[in-house]
């Protein structure tokens, strides 16, 4: 089954605490992307990558680091969480150069730093 | 002015309604206009496509691009208990290959009574 799959689905941490979550789509897509949702602000892009080892910032970047080293792995990581980073974390995949804009999401990473 | 704007809902319909869901915009570059489904709990999903103006229909579903007025809808026929969802507009200039960001409305949150 063709899939973006995020881990973990659910994260308490602590100020801090340096996390990591994981994301793999296994559709040989080019293009992936984290987001991060929030009430009344939308879905926001935090970073995006267009293939192996290029990456670029989102409109909200900071206190985010990601790579790529494989095509099918693109793993966001917060060095030292804070409050404010509280949120639903969805990662996305596509295909490059594909007219129709069809991202795939995965089913969302629920973080609370406290 | 927010570069995408969409009605913040939420919206409750009687079953059999016809629903109508609108964005606005500031960019008048944005060429392509998405319409995305969110269930609870899940990942957005792609719902509708346009490129430019016009209308496009998939069953019960019109989306509707207006460039004159930078305005685009989402109609929904026959609403159904099912359709009960959050609705996202998104837009962008270009095709992710031509490294262009998808920017997102804040969401609606429909909910179609039985």
């Known amino acids: 089954e063709a899939q973006v799959t995020q881990n973990p689905r659910y994260l308490i941490t602590v100020t801090g605490k340096k996390l990591t979550v994981t994301c793999s789509q296994n559709m040989n897509h080019e293009y992936m992307s984290w987001y991060r949702q929030d009430p009344g602000l939308g879905l926001r892009q935090i970073y995006y990558?267009?293939?192996?080892?290029?990456?670029d910032k989102g409109d909200v970047p900071e206190g985010y680091k990601v790579s790529r080293k494989e095509k099918r792995n693109f793993p966001l990581i917060l060095e030292s969480p804070s409050p404010n980073q509280t949120s639903l974390y969805f990662c996305?995949?596509?295909?490059?150069?594909?007219?129709?804009?069809?991202?795939?999401f995965g089913s969302g990473t629920q973080l609370s730093v406290l | 002015q927010k570069e995408v704007e969409q009605d913040p809902g939420p919206l409750s319909v009687p079953e059999g309604a016809i629903v109508s869901l609108n964005c606005t915009y500031s960019?008048?570059?944005?060429?392509?206009f998405m319409w995305y489904r969110q269930y609870s709990r899940k990942g957005p999903e792609l719902l509708m496509y346009?490129?430019?103006?016009g209308n496009k229909e998939d069953g019960r579903f019109t989306a509707q691009v207006d460039k004159s007025s930078k305005y685009i809808s989402l109609f929904i026929r026959d609403s159904q208990p099912s359709d009960s969802a959050t609705y996202l507009c998104a837009m962008s200039e270009s095709y992710t290959g031509a490294n262009s960001k998808l920017t997102f409305g804040k969401g609606i949150t429909l909910s179609v009574r039985p």
């Open positions: 990558s267009m293939n192996v080892e290029v990456t």
């Open positions: 960019n008048s570059a944005f060429q392509y």
């Open positions: 996305a995949s596509t295909f490059l150069g594909q007219s129709n804009e069809k991202l795939f």
């Open positions: 346009t490129y430019s103006s």
